[in-house]
């Protein structure tokens, strides 16, 4: 039988190895991934339960969860979002064969949503797509992808 010392000895082991393993986790680099609904919401708006596919409207714009809504239009403040949720809610671990992107869709100029996540972009007759920005219209729109 295991003694209650042996017990507790494995028990402060596994705690140790826990807070490392989670201190690993926070050193390794992260993308934001969330989707800010834009000026059409704010934090008062009944968005919670909202899919992707009914604030898009299925008009193939990317969206992830997290939705995030924001007071008198601003966009989200990333470092408080940052300091203030658990990094796995709002961020992606980053992996070699990704980019961290941020899609900004204006109309008239306006910023409507941004869209931040881990993928990959291609970019016609360059390849994938290491840094920069990339913008193109479609529809009347902006969409701009950093």
Do not use: H
Not at 98 to 126: D, G, H, P, Q, R
Request: aromatic share 12%.
């Amino acid at each position: 039988s295991v003694s209650a010392t042996s017990t507790l000895y494995l028990s402060v082991i596994y705690s140790v190895f826990k807070e490392i393993e989670q201190q690993q986790e926070l050193d390794d680099p992260y993308c934001f991934r969330f989707t800010w609904l834009g000026s059409k919401y704010n934090a008062n708006s009944t968005f919670i339960n909202a899919t992707c596919d009914e604030v898009t409207r299925g008009a193939n714009v990317p969206c992830t969860r997290p939705l995030v809504a924001t007071e008198n239009s601003r966009v989200p403040n990333v470092t408080y979002m940052w300091n203030n949720n658990t990094v796995t809610t709002i961020a992606c671990r980053m992996t070699p064969e990704n980019v961290c992107v941020k899609y900004s869709y204006y109309y008239n100029s306006a910023l409507e949503n941004i869209t931040y996540m881990c993928t990959k972009v291609t970019v016609e007759n360059e390849g994938a797509a290491k840094s920069g920005c990339y913008s193109e219209f479609q529809d009347g729109r902006e969409i701009e992808v950093c």
